[in-house]
């Protein structure tokens, strides 16, 4: 029997975005510029991470940047992947964020301010998670949000316990 069922083009697409934006859930659009949005972010803290950890050498520092090195390029990584599956380019910017860092001078004020970067990124997880229909995307933003607030808390008490005192980490 032959199948003659009408093609699923555009129109059926586009039914499904409008009922996507209907219920509340973001668009692919909208989550597309997010994720977009978050890569250039995350590119930034890698570049920052990356490019402070010469000069953490030998400080409680050190292993810090490492990590957060390692986890930023991870979500790099992870959101490339997911722009791909959603079928849209991936942005090949870096954040202004990282120039900004850098030209940070001192160590510990250039982590306090790596800091307030990663709890922007919280914010727009948290904000936007919940619009998030897709199970797979929504599960490695989840981790992306949990690892970001594992390391703020880690940088904030390396912060404390750094040479200049509490004062650095607010
Ligand atoms: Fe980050």
Not at 104 to 133: C, H, S
Not at 146 to 167: V, Y
Request: hydrophobic share 40%.
């Amino acid at each position: 029997m032959p199948d003659d069922r009408p093609e699923p083009s555009s129109p059926a697409c586009l039914a499904h975005e409008a009922s996507d934006a209907y219920m509340g859930y973001a668009t692919r659009d909208e989550i597309a510029a997010f994720l977009n949005e978050l890569l250039e972010a995350e590119r930034a803290g890698t570049g920052v991470a990356l490019k402070s950890a010469d000069a953490a050498a030998g400080t409680p520092f050190a292993d810090l940047l490492r990590d957060v090195h390692r986890d930023e390029a991870r979500w790099c990584a992870m959101l490339l992947k997911q722009l791909k599956a959603l079928g849209v380019p991936a942005s090949p910017r870096i954040g202004a964020f990282q120039e900004k860092a850098l030209a940070i001078e001192g160590l510990p004020e250039r982590i306090a301010f790596l800091n307030r970067g990663q709890g922007w990124v919280v914010r727009k997880l948290r904000e936007t998670m919940p619009k998030v229909r897709d199970d797979a995307l929504h599960r490695d933003l989840a981790e992306m949000l949990h690892s970001h607030e594992a390391n703020i808390a880690r940088a904030s008490e390396a912060l404390k316990a750094a040479p200049g005192g509490p004062t650095n980490g607010r």
